[in-house]
Antibody
Framework: QVQLVQSGAEVKKPGASVKVSCKAS????????INWVRQAPGQGLEWMGW????????KYAQKFQGRVTMTTDTSTSTAYMELRSLRFDDTAMYYC???????????????WGQGTLVTVSS | DIQMTQSPSSLSASVGDRVTITCRAS??????LNWYQQKPGKAPKLLIY???SLQGEIPSRFSGSGSGTDFTLTVSSLQPEDFATYYC?????????FGQGTKLEIK
């Protein structure tokens, strides 16, 4: 079955970087993109950006431009999200989700990884 | 950025009730609207895509409708496993944005 499995929880100090992985299985990795979404404790969902696993094209939310890099390794069907210059308010659960395309550019997120908790603490 | 506003923010209902959650976009998004369900400690799960298409494994008691700026998610007869938080999300333009969520609780 289609599955995304993310790396384990991380604790980082302010100013550090974190790199979260998302390993895909059960489908042709390069036929889909991967979105990254985060959720601060007790809060809603925030889209960070997405990457095409076909050609590596990326689109980042303006809020994260300059601080985030999304990459893929097609040899291992794994997507990565690196966030730099971490702040306390970057503490959140980070999810990857496959970008499923429909007609005329419609798209949706399915399935989702289990999430990776990133805690920023001094 | 397109703002997505859900109402209500929380809702108490009983098993067997029919409930409707509304999502409004700050501009027209055609039918580029998706709904997700999230249970505590779990990742979101896709329920409905492009406003009214039911994801394959989702029970038919869930339905979605709308186009343009106004959308609804309806659960025709609530089951115990439906008590969760629901989010709408627009995929019309980046940044993709979510509603603030509707927490559906047991009365």
């Amino acid at each position: 079955q289609v599955q995304l499995v993310q790396s384990g929880a991380e604790v980082k100090k302010p100013g550090a970087s974190v790199k979260v992985s998302c390993k895909a299985s059960g489908y042709t990795f390069t036929s889909y993109g991967i979105n990254w979404v985060r959720q601060a404790p007790g809060q809603g969902l925030e889209w960070m950006g997405w990457i095409s696993a076909y050609n590596g094209d990326t689109k980042y939310a303006q809020k994260f431009q300059g601080r985030v890099t999304m990459t893929t390794d097609t040899s291992t069907s794994t997507a990565y999200m690196e966030l730099r210059s971490l702040r306390f308010d970057d503490t959140a659960m980070y999810y990857c989700a496959r970008r499923q395309m429909g007609v005329a550019g419609s798209n949706w997120f399915d399935p989702w990884g289990q999430g990776t908790l990133v805690t920023v603490s001094s | 950025d397109i703002q997505m506003t859900q109402s209500p923010s929380s809702l108490s209902a009983s098993v067997g009730d029919r409930v409707t959650i509304t999502c409004r976009a700050s501009q027209s998004i055609n039918n580029y609207l998706n709904w997700y369900q999230q249970k505590p400690g779990k990742a979101p799960k896709l329920l409905i895509y492009t406003a009214s298409s039911l994801q394959g494994e989702i029970p038919s008691r869930f339905s979605g409708s709308g186009s343009g700026t106004d959308f609804t998610l309806t659960v025709s007869s609530l089951q115990p496993e439906d008590f969760a938080t629901y989010y709408c999300q627009q995929s019309y333009s980046t940044p993709y944005t979510f509603g603030q969520g509707t927490k559906l609780e047991i009365k």
